[in-house]
């Protein structure tokens, strides 16, 4: 069994930067993908970004492309996700989630085998 654990969140005015951290525990492997997605209020969770935990290899969605960067660090059973010039429509909960069943990632939910708790997310204008 896998638990991811996020941190991060918070309150922030418009323009501001975040960075969210989260951490895997348990039982992970070299072999697999961390994401973030989000849900704001009313809306279906979507996909943020993802990264690739062999190859480093990196996506993300059109709408933080350019403000928003992933990493890992060095033992890769932590994921940051950097987030600048925050716009209220960021606003959401943020969940962190893996899986670890190749050298593969996924925009797509029902590709993640597990899941944090989240961490909300509010900017103000």
């Known amino acids: 069994q896998v638990v991811l654990v996020e941190s991060g969140g918070g309150v922030v005015q418009a323009g501001a930067s975040l960075r969210l951290s989260c951490t895997a525990s348990?039982?992970?492997?070299?072999?697999?993908?961390m994401a973030w997605f989000r849900q704001a209020p009313g809306k279906d969770r979507e996909f943020v970004t993802t990264?690739?935990?062999?190859?480093?290899?990196?996506l993300y969605a059109d709408s933080v492309k350019g403000r928003f960067t992933i990493s890992h660090g060095n033992a890769k059973n932590t994921v940051f996700l950097q987030m600048n010039s925050l716009k209220p429509e960021d606003t959401a909960v943020y969940y962190c989630?893996?899986?670890?069943?190749?050298?593969?990632?996924?925009?797509?939910?029902?590709?993640?085998?597990?899941w944090g708790q989240g961490t909300q997310v509010t900017v103000s204008s």
């Open positions: 989630a893996a899986h670890y069943r190749g050298m593969w990632y996924s925009s797509r939910t029902q590709d993640y085998d597990y």
């Open positions: 990264i690739n935990w062999s190859r480093g290899s990196t």
């Open positions: 348990g039982r992970t492997y070299a072999s697999g993908a």
